[in-house]
């Protein structure tokens, strides 16, 4: 927008243009983190009965640095060559991640949980040369690679970097107990091996040279992403892109942020674009200690976490907050040390922001972004200014604006296209010219995001543009339904989706997960004809034990929508499934 | 106190029922267990039970008053159609089998019944801990109505108090020692369940071999206390929990909580109260012959509610 109305609501320890950034790249600003918390314990990872390990600022610098050594000298990989990465939250994933940056070389964020399939699109489509992988899910290495470029694996282990009885105890456990751990059919190197070959062939001028050409603009990260066309592609994100949003949005925190003192727990995996850039990233240059969970679910595994440490920070989406609020060890005794939490990834329902202030008694607020904007393009600020259902205000040195379908820029309050501009915006698709061209036009992103602005710069997603529902004409916002139902007590979850209809086109359908002492199908029709127009009620109410979901828990509707065809296709008495 | 156990003819050694060694491990292993059960603990988990106590008073009084009630009316009812010399130790071995506490075991078999874990652990904490008052007390009212009338075969409850007492000790340390190192307190508590499972497979492999004529020679009667105990147990506490009106998947939880008792505490208190004297293997009988059976009743038990409770996931989702 031209004249920027947010400015007006920075909190006034919050700058409208970030400064220049002193660093150059993310190995300059790892390494200023490291010389200045240098033995602060920068991650703990926190299993789900409490067994923990940890490492320094210092520590994770100087592993990361032999990491760099073994691929670029052991491996013999070239600047810009890419290395996949496949592994939940763990103490390794940071020592892996920051050293593919060290060396110069591509990192790409591979979900663990991928099938074959996906695994090979992912792998193949970057040209990965070097893949690091959990031990746990190597099993599909024999079909994977052949398909692939990969000629170089590296595997970890969940355990590693904890006491030695402790990581014995746990491969056990995984070994004879769980029987988690397949036999790895393809050639591979233990991480530890490959760090000890990566410390013996250390030099510091020779690290220092991988940095040599590497410059703000240099590809970072390939970060994958379903897009708006469902086909997954690789966001090229840069350095300074993954810099700066670093930067903005701890700078759009002011002293909620506190350099050196917060505890955040980080749940979300950090292979996903936004627990990556705000966890890691973020809450490493604050020299923060960061609570490492392996995965999330269910939500008890968060348990031992909250009652070991004092957690002061949370990031989530909706479905965790939410998740949370329904256990019974969390609203019994709410964390006491929690002083914000941040919310994005998808819309965070004003229910839950609600009950999740009454409970904690600290802020919460959402944020807004995508993979290709590295991904942060708005915050609401945490000074009580932010305002609930709204994804806030634009970053600092960022520009947003809503636009028609002809590209003009829609009057205040009307919804249209977000679109966004700034030192984040992605450089790119990998290898797709044309998508991106058609994604980013004169540096603006198209987000594929309705939005609409009010007259102080706040802006509010309406719907995704493709889930939008048309009923006999009428726009319908999925969101708008999904958040009356929310709101009635003894709904847990539930996901909108629009089904064909002859007589309207199509028509509003409800999947609803219960809680305990569920409304009937009848009392829902009902709470929504008190809020919504006779349109929007949506024409059936399903209750399902478990709504698809993302990797980080955002429901995904397309799902929905295919498991709701292929109930339709296949026999009548089959029983809708997570 | 114990003169009537001198007097009373001893057909069965201690020696025979339980080795010094297996007396040893099996001390270090209830240690464990007690350590384990303290490691998994911390003083909000009772604060968290106190404020939703309705499980857990139930879990409370099918525990302390159905148990040794079962317990009191099998022996009555069978163990004294047998000679009394015989009858009288190992009924005194069969009423503190009902009345000790829940072991950890059950929450292994919880675990996999897919029932209320946290209810599960938070009542075998519960119950051990009232153990201290509870256990002597039930052993006290039921020992003296089974022989009012023969004021010899009193029960040594003092020695029983200290023995618990002494007990609770490293789940207090296991308490503790998590506060200090949650890496330690994982693992012990890891030990203590697993070890469990150890000590009943270990009483399999030595100690059933090495008594067989014992296990041959015994009436039916004994039989029909040692697995009753367990199997009604269950059945009768699963009754009381539903028509409370307490939910399925919980009332499962409280009824195999309820029935797998702490076998190695019993036989440990038997071991340590009741050390040198002659009748000891009788009163031994009941508690190895339930810490036997009770893991193949719990096993069907745990695969029947497994159903149960999988069939309610369905219709409750998010049960805690």
Not at chain 2, 122 to 142: D, E
Request: hydrophobic fraction near 45%; aromatic fraction near 10%; charge should be neutral.
């Amino acid at each position: 927008m031209t004249n920027k109305p947010w400015l007006a609501h920075y909190p006034s320890d919050v700058p409208h243009e970030l400064p220049t950034s002193e660093f150059r790249h993310l190995p300059d600003l790892i390494r200023s983190a490291a010389s200045t918390y240098g033995k602060k314990t920068a991650f703990t990872q926190v299993m789900a009965n409490g067994m923990n390990g940890s490492l320094s600022f210092a520590q994770v610098d100087q592993y990361s640095d032999h990491f760099a050594v073994y691929l670029r000298d052991v491996l013999r990989l070239q600047p810009g060559d890419r290395v996949a990465v496949q592994m939940p939250n763990c103490i390794s994933y940071t020592i892996v991640a920051f050293g593919i940056f060290k060396a110069g070389l591509v990192l790409v964020n591979t979900n663990p949980l991928y099938t074959q399939n996906e695994m090979t699109h992912q792998f193949s489509d970057s040209g990965a040369k070097a893949l690091v992988v959990i031990d746990m899910f190597a099993d599909r290495l024999p079909e994977v690679l052949p398909k692939t470029s990969i000629e170089h694996v590296v595997v970890v282990r969940i355990s590693q970097f904890f006491p030695a009885i402790v990581s014995g105890v746990i491969r056990g456990t995984q070994k004879f107990w769980s029987r988690t751990l397949p036999k790895i059919k393809v050639p591979h190197v233990l991480f530890m091996d490959a760090l000890s070959q990566g410390s013996k062939a250390f030099h510091k001028q020779k690290v220092d040279s991988y940095l040599d050409g590497l410059n703000g603009s240099t590809v970072a990260a390939l970060q994958y992403t379903g897009g708006t066309t469902g086909v997954s592609k690789g966001a090229m994100l840069s350095h300074d892109n993954l810099v700066t949003n670093t930067l903005q949005l701890i700078s759009m925190c002011g002293d909620y942020m506190r350099p050196g003192k917060e505890i955040v727990i980080t749940a979300l995996p950090l292979y996903h674009i936004f627990a990556f850039t705000i966890n890691l990233l973020g809450f490493w240059h604050l020299g923060a200690r960061n609570l490492l969970v392996p995965t999330p679910r269910p939500p008890s595994n968060l348990k031992r976490v909250f009652e070991n440490y004092k957690v002061t920070w949370m990031t989530g989406v909706n479905t965790l907050f939410n998740a949370l609020l329904n256990e019974r060890w969390f609203t019994d005794s709410p964390p006491k040390h929690l002083r914000a939490s941040a919310a994005g990834g998808m819309s965070l329902h004003e229910s839950v922001s609600e009950r999740w202030r009454k409970l904690t008694g600290t802020p919460i607020v959402e944020g807004y972004g995508l993979t290709e904007s590295s991904p942060v393009i708005t915050f609401n600020p945490l000074n009580g200014t932010g305002r609930d259902g709204t994804i806030g205000i634009p970053v600092p040195s960022t520009d947003v604006k809503c636009v028609s379908e002809s590209g003009a820029e829609v009057a205040v309050g009307e919804p249209g296209e977000l679109l966004a501009k700034g030192p984040q915006v992605m450089l790119g698709y990998w290898n797709r010219p044309e998508e991106t061209a058609s994604t980013v036009v004169d540096g603006w992103l198209k987000t594929g995001d309705i939005a609409t602005v009010d007259k102080d710069g706040f802006f509010t997603i309406v719907d995704r543009k493709k889930d939008m529902i048309l009923v006999s004409g009428f726009n319908v916002y999925p969101n708008e339904v999904e958040e009356q139902i929310a709101a009635l007590e003894g709904v847990k979850e539930v996901g909108v989706i629009g089904v064909p209809d002859e007589k309207s086109g199509e028509k509003v359908k409800a999947f609803v997960v219960a809680a305990d002492n569920p409304p009937t199908v009848d009392d829902v029709i009902a709470h929504c004809r008190k809020s919504l127009s006779a349109y929007k009620v949506p024409s059936s109410v399903v209750f399902v034990n478990e709504l698809p979901k993302s990797p980080i828990g955002k429901i995904l509707r397309k799902d929905l929508r295919a498991m709701w065809l292929s109930q339709q296709s296949g026999s009548a008495s089959k029983t809708v499934k997570g | 106190m114990l003169n009537f156990l001198l007097a009373a003819p001893a057909t069965v050694s201690e020696q025979d029922v339980v080795t010094p060694f297996e007396q040893a491990l099996l001390l270090g292993l209830v240690f464990v267990i007690m350590f384990g059960l303290g490691a998994g603990l911390t003083l909000k988990d009772f604060l968290h039970a106190l404020k939703r106590p309705k499980g857990l008073i139930v879990g409370f009084f099918t525990q302390y008053g159905l148990m040794p009630l079962l317990a009191f009316s099998l022996a009555s009812i069978f163990l004294f159609q047998l000679p009394i010399e015989y009858a009288a130790p190992v009924a005194v071995g069969a009423l503190l089998m009902g009345s000790v506490p829940g072991g950890t075991t059950s929450n292994l078999f919880t675990y996999f019944a897919k029932g209320n874990l946290a209810l599960s652990v938070i009542m075998t904490i519960n119950t051990t801990i009232w153990a201290l008052l509870m256990t002597p007390l039930a052993l006290f009212f039921y020992g003296g109505l089974m022989f009012k009338d023969s004021p010899e075969w009193e029960i040594p409850v003092t020695n029983i108090v200290v023995t618990i007492a002494v007990m609770l000790v490293p789940v207090i340390l296991g308490m503790t020692i998590r506060r200090f190192s949650a890496n330690i307190g994982a693992v012990l508590e890891l030990l203590g369940g697993f070890f469990g499972l150890f000590f009943i497979g270990f009483l399999m492999a030595t100690w059933v071999p090495r008594n067989w004529g014992l296990l041959t020679s015994t009436p039916w009667q004994v039989y029909l206390v040692a697995i009753g105990l367990g199997l009604f147990g269950m059945a009768a506490t699963f009754g009381v929990a539903r028509s409370l009106r307490i939910n399925g998947v919980d009332a499962r939880t409280i009824a195999l909580e309820t029935g797998i008792l702490n076998g190695p505490l019993a036989i440990a208190i038997v071991l340590l109260t009741f050390g040198g004297n002659p009748a000891i293997g009788l009163i031994l009988i009941v508690p190895a012959m339930y810490s036997l059976f009770i893991v193949i009743i719990s096993t069907l038990v745990t695969l029947r509610f497994r159903k149960s409770n999988l069939a309610e996931e369905q219709k409750i989702p998010n049960l805690l």
